[in-house]
């Protein structure tokens, strides 16, 4: 086994420097522990932002994904396989969606719901009506691509890599000013959202606004993007996050959690945008491969089980109840849904909080200024407290 320095100057030395690394090297683990190079034990209250939903090594995932492996991993989108097309109706069935479309990332999924919104404007209205906007909330965050970049409404995303793609539009969650825009431009195809901004802050938009913005785009025939890459599989206690409001987005994007820690990325379509891309408008060499879909299905299987998001509820109430019990008077705002926590602190920044909290045994990310917890879905109830009592005696140090 490589010693920790070892494996830090190796990263240093040939990796690019686009991250800012704990000094951690983790090695293994199961549900919510890792075990780092040393043999240190945590207790992991971020599943990888928020990819490992049935945490680590489920044996499940385990032996669907090595079975996979040994059996075929790959044969390309020229052809049929048994595996990717299962996870595509599963994702339909559960999502009431018509179509899929698989990438490999999140940003992915994202690009190709652009294509597919531009894509439906530019085939009914034609391309002298330029129809080809997409309104965006700012201090939302939509990928790394130079588009999804531009996509994304924070400034501070928005350089070096001029010239960003054009056609994006940026509002407060606010109707009146959504309106305002759309009406004195006149060029939306779309809008496009989170739910629960998570890179944001952990900032959910209420219900009744996603409702009334959803009946006014639909009114004007702009197509509703819901980018459900950090909320969706189970993460918020529903399926996807906005089944929570009732609303019937056009377009549905997918990533994190839906392959259980494999690179995944899916674009859902309904009634409305399932044919608008055709043979050969959109593609992915690697897209819908069949370990990540092995994976995902075991994932979607156990997510969309009787009673899992009931506990993914309970937990994340739980957890709720137990930082106001152990850091009540340290905690000035708890917000999110399910297992999607953001918490603001008094006395101590999130990042002193996340740093500290790894040499405590338990890892945690930040979204801002606040801590982020996403827990494996699966997350126990000792491992729970196990994790918070670990955060807690970052405030007794
Ligand atoms: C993480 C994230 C993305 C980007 O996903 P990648 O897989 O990193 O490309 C896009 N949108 C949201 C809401 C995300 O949380």
């Not at 990796?15 to 043999?39: C, L, M, P, Q, W």
């Not at 939903?53 to 052809?79: F, K, T």
């Not at 109840?321 to 603001?344: C, H, P, T, V, Y």
Request: with cysteine.
């Amino acid at each position: 086994m490589k010693s920790f320095n070892e494996i830090k100057n190796q990263d240093k030395s040939y990796i690019a420097n686009t991250y800012a690394r704990f000094d951690v090297a983790f090695a293994s683990g199961k549900n919510a522990h890792f075990t780092d190079e040393s043999g240190k034990d945590y207790i992991d209250l971020g599943s990888g932002i928020g990819t490992n939903s049935l945490g680590v090594a489920n044996d499940e995932w385990v032996a669907a994904v090595s079975s996979q492996a040994a059996a075929l991993a790959h044969c390309s989108n020229l052809y049929y396989n048994p595996v990717t097309a299962d996870l595509a109706e599963k994702l339909c069935k559960n999502s009431g969606m018509k179509k899929v479309f698989f990438g490999n990332s999140g940003a992915e999924a994202n690009e190709c719901a652009i294509k597919t919104a531009r894509k439906y404007s530019f085939d009914k209205y034609g391309a002298d009506a330029q129809r080809n906007k997409i309104l965006t909330l700012r201090n939302s965050f939509h990928g790394r691509t130079v588009t999804t970049l531009a996509a994304t409404g924070q400034d501070v995303f928005h350089n070096y890599f001029f010239p960003f793609t054009e056609g994006f539009l940026f509002s407060a969650p606010d109707l009146c000013e959504i309106k305002n825009i759309i009406e004195s431009d006149g060029h939306v195809c779309a809008v496009m959202l989170e739910t629960i901004q998570g890179e944001g802050g952990v900032l959910p938009l209420e219900d009744s606004f996603l409702k009334d913005l959803c009946a006014y785009v639909h009114s004007k025939d702009i197509l509703l993007i819901v980018d459900e890459i950090q909320t969706g599989i189970a993460r918020t206690g529903k399926f996807l996050s906005y089944m929570h409001s009732g609303i019937c987005p056009d377009i549905v994007t997918l990533a994190k959690g839906l392959a259980g820690g494999l690179p995944i990325g899916a674009c859902l379509f309904n009634e409305k945008t399932e044919y608008t891309l055709g043979f050969s408008d959109h593609g992915s060499t690697f897209g819908g491969n069949l370990v990540s879909c092995a994976g995902a299905n075991v994932v979607v299987d156990n997510v969309t089980a009787e009673g899992f998001n009931e506990e993914v509820t309970k937990k994340g109430e739980y957890i709720r109840a137990k930082l106001k019990e152990l850091l009540g008077d340290e905690i000035s705002a708890i917000r999110g849904r399910g297992l999607m926590l953001g918490i603001d602190f008094k006395s101590k920044t999130a990042k002193e909080i996340v740093a500290e909290g790894l040499k405590n045994g338990v890892v945690m990310l930040t979204a801002k200024q606040s801590v982020r917890l996403l827990p494996p879905l699966t997350i126990s109830y000792e491992e729970i407290d196990e994790g918070l009592n670990r955060l807690a005696n970052v405030f007794r140090n």
